[in-house]
């Protein structure tokens, strides 16, 4: 069955397959070097934070953990205390 653009059964353009591409050119030396350089690139987009910013969200951080450990100490406790009471 065929249409305006081609058959169906037989498309027009059949794919090559790669044989490794750039890759397989270099050496793993090359290839190394590649990745450190792509790895420096990425490095250079990201937006830093300021001063300001990294102490805020770091004592934003540690608020949170203490009040989580409390928390979870606060239930322990209870726990072991109703775990006494029930079993002796």
């Known amino acids: 069955m065929t249409d305006a653009v081609g058959s169906i059964d037989m498309p027009d353009a059949e794919e090559k397959p790669r044989k490794g591409g750039k890759r397989a050119k270099k050496g793993p030396l090359k290839r190394l070097a590649l990745f450190?350089?792509?790895i420096v690139a990425e490095l250079r987009k990201v937006v830093w934070p300021t001063r300001n910013q990294l102490t805020s969200y770091t004592t934003a951080v540690i608020i949170f953990v203490v009040l989580m450990i409390g928390l979870i100490t606060l239930i322990d406790y209870g726990l072991?205390?109703?775990a006494k009471y029930v079993f002796g």
């Open 36 to 38: 450190y350089r792509q």
């Open 80 to 82: 072991s205390h109703a």
